[in-house]
Nanobody, 121 residues
Framework: QVQLVESGGGLVQPGGSLRLSCAASISGFILYSMAWYRQTPGKQRELVAAITRGGSTNYANSVKGRFTISRDNAKNTVDLHMNILKPEDTAVYYC???????????????WGQGTQVTVSS
């Protein structure tokens, strides 16, 4: 099974920076795309940033120029560097990956448990 564990969430002041990390345990799987999503109460989960296995990235317009997603394929990790944080960035952030089971070649989505990011003075 694919297990995703996020870390790095917490309380930060507006304008500050924070780095989220996600470590994947992927025995029997190959990771393809990885991404960070976020969700606040009453709203649908939204894509924040995504990265392909080859390193191509995509960002939500609201975070372009402020957030950077990166991955280490050897370590099976993905990070989200968040800069110039705003109160509207407050949300639960989720690590996500599309992974293929090597035995069945089935590609599915897997999610971490989420980590809270609060941007407030």
């Amino acid at each position: 099974q694919v297990q995703l564990v996020e870390s790095g969430g917490g309380l930060v002041q507006p304008g500050g920076s924070l780095r989220l990390s996600c470590a994947a345990s992927i025995s029997g799987f190959i990771l393809y795309s990885m991404a960070w999503y976020r969700q606040t109460p009453g709203k649908q989960r939204e894509l924040v940033a995504a990265i392909t296995r080859g390193g191509s990235t995509n960002y939500a317009n609201s975070v372009k120029g402020r957030f950077t997603i990166s991955r280490d394929n050897a370590k099976n990790t993905v990070d989200l560097h968040m800069n110039i944080l705003k109160p509207e960035d407050t949300a639960v952030y989720y690590c996500q990956t599309q992974a293929m089971a090597t035995m069945t070649y089935v590609l599915n989505d897997y999610w971490g448990q989420g980590t809270q990011v609060t941007v407030s003075s």
